[in-house]
């Protein structure tokens, strides 16, 4: 049964930091390039960080550069992403699920039959 499990969102003020995980199974998502979706109400999913199965490539969306770090465990099958200096239009939603492998950071949603629950970033004062 294929798994896609994120978890560690929650509520931090502006220039926080949260660090998401995201735990695969039942497909072998070591072997394919990963990546994190944001949505917000009424938005497609929007791929913010993306990373190569063998971690070679990180492509950001201009927007989190230099503020979003994506990394990955795959020996335990684990994708994380590490948000700092958070502001308010991060917030929204996220996904992890696979992604393109030649992504350049340009506007792409992922139409994959299966998501994982998500979880919630809000940045708020």
């Known amino acids: 049964q294929v798994q896609l499990e994120e978890s560690g969102g929650g509520l931090v003020q502006p220039g926080g930091s949260l660090t998401l995980s995201c735990a695969t199974s039942?497909?072998?998502?070591?072997?394919?390039?990963m990546g994190w979706y944001q949505q917000t109400p009424g938005q497609k999913r929007k791929l913010v960080a993306a990373?190569?199965?063998?971690?070679?490539?990180?492509s950001y969306v201009d927007s989190v550069k230099g503020r979003f770090t994506i990394s990955r465990d795959n020996a335990n099958d684990l994708v994380y992403l590490q948000m700092d200096n958070l502001k308010s239009e991060d917030t929204g939603v996220y996904y992890c699920?696979?992604?393109?492998?030649?992504?350049?950071?340009?506007?792409?949603?992922?139409?994959?039959?299966?998501w994982g629950q998500g979880t919630q970033v809000t940045v708020s004062s």
């Open positions: 699920n696979m992604a393109p492998v030649l992504w350049n950071g340009g506007p792409y949603s992922g139409q994959y039959d299966y």
């Open positions: 990373i190569t199965a063998g971690s070679h490539t990180r």
């Open positions: 039942g497909y072998i998502y070591k072997l394919e390039t």
